[in-house]
């Protein structure tokens, strides 16, 4: 009974769902042993499968709408669901790398503000090369580059800064230098999406270094204090901009 109260997920992509609403997928969509995902079938081996992304729960034959925001869907294989919103409140997800700031030292571990409704765990181990003779230089207000390993709502989040082979990838203490900001977690996934034309844009008008994290900050650093400070004012008005306006926008600069 409830499915017929639903809509077809697929007519809504594009348009606002809210909290409550239920969507429903098309037959050929089967609940896989996991309960975690939908598995797309065809004859007796699966070819793909649809994951529910951020602002959706699974609900017996559909999706149950949980934030917000605008229905979002990426073809391919599977394919994938998720409600791009304007939140700024981060809750952690395993696998979600972050931006944190180091707020206190405790014994063998460091706590770290994501965003969240509380402090991560950092072991100082969590470095690449680090032991328990050469320990990392972390300092109270360093901001740190990680990946939660432990997120859920039973567990205080973890974070690490080494992949599964043990090597940093990036990961780890970001430079004193730069400018720290926040933004909405819409934005966020916008700008890490591939060829993201924001990025490509920026990048035509000054070079910088940025670091991305899924908790809506940003960390950018270019050659000089007035550059950092323009990169990061476009970058905070390009989510109330179009796209037109934002070119308008880069060309008036580039012009002086």
Known sequence: ????????????????????????LPAHYDEDAEGERLRLSAGTAPQGRLLCGPG????????LVTKCGL????????????????QKRYVPVKGDHVIGIVTAKAGDVFRLDVGG????????????????????????????????????????????????????????IIG??????????GLIRKLLAPKCEIIQELSQLYPFEMVLGMNGRIWVKAKTVQQTLIVVN???????????????????????
């Open 176 to 185: 004193q230098d730069g400018f720290l900001f926040k933004v909405s977690l």
């Open 117 to 172: 409704s509380e402090p991560a765990s950092l072991s100082y181990l969590a470095f690449e090369g680090a032991t328990k003779r050469n320990r990392p230089n972390v300092q109270v207000g360093d901001l740190i580059y990680g990946q939660f390993v432990v997120a859920n709502k039973d567990m205080e989040p973890e974070m690490v800064c080494i992949d599964s082979s043990g090597k940093s990838s990036g990961m780890g």
């Open 56 to 63: 959706l729960r699974r609900s017996g034959a559909g999706l």
């Open 1 to 24: 009974m409830a499915a017929e109260r639903g809509m077809a997920a697929e007519a809504l992509v594009g348009q606002v769902v809210l909290p409550g609403d239920l969507l429903l």
């Open 71 to 86: 229905l979002r869907h990426r073809p391919g294989g599977g394919g994938a669901y998720w409600v791009d919103s304007q």
């Open 234 to 256: 476009i970058l905070e008005a390009c989510e109330h901009m179009t796209a037109q306006q934002r070119k308008q926008a880069l060309a008036k600069l580039s012009g002086n």
